[in-house]
C-alpha cells in the first residue's frame, strides 16, 4: 500500500510540474494549407496561468488587449487547447502541443461548425516558444 501511495504522489508531483513549466505567454505561427490548397501563415499568443494546479488559458487578440477563453486539457507533457468562435455559424480552433525542449509543439486545427457556410477547414503544424510580455505604454504627459 505503501508502494501506491509513493507512486501516486510521484505522478501528481509531475503533473502538477509540467502544468507550471508551460504558465506564462507563449508566441509562435501556423503554416496552414485548406482543403482547396490555400497557404496560411497564422500567428497565435497563449497567456497561460496555474491556478490551483489547474490550467487557464488566454488566446490574446492581435492588440494584445484581451482575446479568448482556452480550455485546456493536460495529459502528461501533451496538451488540447480549443477556443470556439460563434461568428458566423462557429468555428473550433484546436491546438495538439506537446511540450519539447521548453517549446510547445505540434497541430493547429480549424474547424468549422457550419459546413455550408464556412467551405473549407485547415491543419497546419505550429511551435509555441516562450515569449515576454508587452511593455506598457507609458503615460503622456
Do not use: C
Amino acid at each position: 500500500m505503501k508502494l501506491f501511495q509513493i507512486l501516486l504522489l510521484a505522478l501528481l508531483v509531475r503533473r502538477a510540474a509540467t502544468a507550471q513549466d508551460i504558465a506564462g505567454r507563449w508566441a509562435g505561427t501556423a503554416a496552414t494549407t485548406d482543403e482547396a490548397g490555400a497557404k496560411r501563415q497564422e500567428n497565435h499568443v497563449f497567456e497561460i496561468k496555474n491556478q490551483d494546479g489547474k490550467l487557464t488559458g488566454l488566446l490574446v487578440n492581435r492588440n494584445g488587449n484581451g482575446g479568448k477563453d482556452v480550455q485546456i486539457q493536460q495529459d502528461g507533457a501533451k496538451f488540447n487547447f480549443v477556443v470556439f468562435l460563434p461568428l458566423d455559424g462557429g468555428e473550433y480552433l484546436h491546438w495538439k502541443f506537446e511540450l519539447k525542449d521548453d517549446n510547445l509543439v505540434g497541430i493547429y486545427i480549424v474547424t468549422h461548425d457550419n459546413p455550408k457556410k464556412w467551405i473549407y477547414d485547415r491543419t497546419g503544424a505550429i511551435t509555441a516558444s516562450r515569449a515576454k510580455a508587452p511593455m506598457a505604454t507609458p503615460a503622456l504627459k
